[in-house]
């Protein structure tokens, strides 16, 4: 019990360095404030913030045919969110990840886009591999999805995160090392479904934490479309900015 | 239930502070901060956690300072008998005098103990059983305004008394094997050190090593100015350096981190025990091996939680450590660095390696100096700025120092033949040191002299120093708490002063033997009565400046020397140069020759003003200090019969200065017959009986007197007579010798009477 009291996650707020004293939050209330800059224009399929205010879908939507059908992203990739995605991936950070759910609720909340979670009948997060999975002791993507979830009403939210039946079955290069082209084909194969039964005719939401191409996100679509989904949406909690 | 320790460490110590200075506005504070941490619970669970946690730990805490208090306070007259004792603690052994603490094996109560040399054939050491007898006394008390509290600073140790051994003898050594050997190899490395070092290196090697500090007053007093004493005192630096030192060895050797973790662990006991479990090195141990667990069970290591649980254990040690400076200074460096440095380190991002580490070691020791300046302030009552830039020199080669000294040790008892050349290569590392610090001691503005700061500025300042760095700078509806907060206090310090300045105060102050009076007026006037003096310590600047430091007096209005002897003008001497002072004044009987500094004084552009009866020193419309003797036309007789004698006047209540004079003086100043009745009188030369004649008693007729004299003087000042004297005709007098600084307040109408200790 003393190891709860003395060690805890959120001593520090992952941007600026402040202690945070007495907050439950892992951000302090500055920093969370300076993210609220509403970012208007949006592509309009994956939703992630275009820079050229004239254009309403991103390059690579209109280049590639993604599988997926629409998308929410929270916030732009830019330095303190480079910071908290590094330590949800490195920094042994699970409630980091859960809390990163809950700033993406709030985003929807704030934007009245509620109804693009709501409608779901399934939440898949993207999986890691059981070496990743077992080297990082979570998957961020699943915490995210469970954070995000939280905020709902408990008897939903208790069954509707499935992170079982979409695994990942091939050891992929990590994504950043490699250009577009190369990203793409790495993941390919790199999915499965385990019980399409339950896939079948759902409207899925795939969640992960951070879409710089899209190439792992269109792959998973790909594979849970082939299982006889409906729909499948996705969010992340950010994307890099075309 | 987050930050618990945090909580818990506040509401210990103010439970400390409720039962140590009985004042029961703590309990109040106590239960708000109790309220705050039960608000910020989340539920049920947490709420029964918190109750019993913050009540059990609360009340042994002030359980436990009771149980300090109640032993402290318990004399018992030891003096006549032996006293059959067992060491606690390592001896500490000055050139000609040993020092060691010892626990009374009868009724378990505990002696700080000063043994000659020559007392005793074999030097104790730890867990040793002797057999001890001599002078026992109660510690001394705070003798004046900001002065040195003895007896609380042993408290911290859990010391009840002092003894200075007359006879001593050691009847059974140390059995335990794991005592003994780690107080063998402490005494071996020590013999290596005295048999390879210089004095003043092996005094700094031992201090860097074990924390002791042994340096002579010159070296000492260097390194205290110059600000980097702290690595005399083994301290976080030390376990950091220590650790660093681990885990390379480790990292290269491919070591396991539970191995170094049990390696260490072990290490870092046995070095505690060997340094004397001082607060610090107990504090960065504990928090070293907190962070070496969390990184075993990949914990996430929180510094702030972790120095507040290593408080609470301190507290739960003794709560009286929280009062020594050492541990403010400790966890204020540690708080600071874990709270303020990672914020504005962050900021910078600098590619040069070199570049990058100078300064980010000028941030940290900014840093540290910024948050601990209050500590210093009140405590020594000066800084060291130019510490920030010594301390990024002379830290570094500490570090070197510490773990050639390790090495060093080892390497001179594996293979003696190697010890010159180590030791060569160590002192030229101390004496680069010595270099270095002697030269930043020399520039000016090394040193500053600063005054101490009231309780509520300390707190303005540290609530200003958060909100500078962002903290509680609230975006919503309490935008504008921090702003409102900040000016509300600043008025009630205003009117505080206000209030305070209708008062004037008299400190008579405990200088020893010799005079020396503080009159403090409204409008921030200041006016000194002589300065004391001692001829073996500079009781000027250890007890009026630090006084006047204390207060916050920046300059002197007026200083009054009644005549030319040491014990009222060595301490004058003191002040001048080192204190502003803008007139002083002199009786005209004694000879130019005679005042030793006037050159000085000249030179410091200080108004000299030979004085005699009829002058009159006015301040403001109510406030008069009149100068009636020596009278006008008088012959020089003795220095004593010379001294200037002075009445001061606020509305309705009087005061009068008599100096040193005797018969003849009070004699003159009675056939004189101006008005000479006072409500006050300080009593003529320290209350000998060739002064206070009956006939200057009756004419005076004071309510109260004060008597200014040293404990066990040589010319058995105060007279039985003159006490005497003043008893039977029913007047109230203190004695500096018993009640310490003797302060008088009055607002022209009553008085108020305050003294520093009673015995
Ligand atoms: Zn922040
Ligand atoms: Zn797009």
Known sequence: ?242 | MRRMFVFLFIEGLLMFLLVSCEKLYFILLWAIVFGLQLALSKNKEEIKLILVAALVFSLSISIRTAKIDAQAADYRDYSESEIFCTVISFPKINNEEIVVDLKNINDKTTLRCYLDREVIEKIPGFGDKILVSGNVKKPPEKRNPGGFDYRLYLKAYNIDYLIYAEAASVLEEQSNFAIKSISDLRERIIRVLDSNLEENERDFAKGILFGEKNLSDEYEDMFVKAGISHILAVSGLHVGIIYSFFYTVFTCLKVSVKVQFAVLSIFLIFYSCMCGLSVSVVRASLMVLINMYSRITKYHYDPINAIFLVGCINLCINPYKATMVSFLLSYGAVFSISVFYPLIAGKFKIKNFIIKNVFLGLILTITIQIFTYPILACNFNGISPLSIILNILAVPLAGVLLIALIIGVFLAALAPFSADMVFGCLSMIIDLIFILTKYFYDLPFSYIRVFSLEPLIILMYYMFLFYVFGYFQFENKYKNLMPILFAAMFMCVLIGNHFNDKSLKVTFFDVGQGDSVLIEMPGNIDVLIDGGGNLNKNVGEDVVLKALLHKGISDLDLVILTHTHFDHSKGIQELIGNHKIKRLVLNNLEDEKDFSFLEEATKMKIDLIKSEEGDIFRFGKQISLEVIYPLIGDEYVDSNNSSLVTRLVYDQISFIFTGDIEEYGERKIIERNNEIQSTILKVAHHGSDSSTSEAFLDSIDPKMAVISVGENNRYAHPADKTLELMSNKGIKYYRTDLNGAVMIETDGKKIWTEITCEE
């Open chain 1, 1 to 242: 019990m003393i190891e709860k009291i003395l060690f805890i996650e959120n001593g520090y707020c992952p941007t600026c360095k402040r202690v945070l004293f007495f907050t439950e939050d892992h951000m302090c209330q500055k920093c969370l404030e300076s993210l609220e800059a509403i970012r208007l224009n949006r592509c309009l399929k994956c939703g992630r913030e275009i820079l050229n205010p004239g254009i309403r879908a991103c390059r690579d939507c209109i280049s590639m045919e993604y599988k997926f059908n629409r998308g929410f992203s929270a916030y732009g990739y830019d330095h303190k969110i480079k910071d908290i995605i590094y330590l949800m991936k490195f920094g042994n950070r699970p409630g980091l990840c859960r809390f990163a759910g809950k700033m993406t609720y709030r985003k929807l909340e704030k934007e009245n886009r509620l109804g693009f979670i709501e409608d779901k009948d399934l939440i898949i997060p993207v999986p890691l591999s059981k070496a990743g999975l077992n080297e990082r002791g979570y998957n961020q993507s699943e915490l995210l999805a469970l954070g995000l979830t939280s905020q709902w009403n408990v008897s939903e939210a208790a069954n509707i995160v499935h992170s079982n039946n979409l695994i990942k079955i091939k050891e992929t290069a990590h994504q950043r090392d490699l250009n577009r082209r190369e990203r793409l084909k790495n993941v390919v194969g790199a999915f499965k479904i385990t019980d399409p039964e339950k896939i079948r005719g759902q409207n899925i939401l795939l969640v992960d934490d951070v879409m710089t191409t899209g190439s792992t996100l269109n792959e998973c679509s790909n594979v849970l479309m082939g299982a006889g989904a409906k729909n499948v949406d996705i969010l992340v909690f950010a994307s890099v900015d075309d």
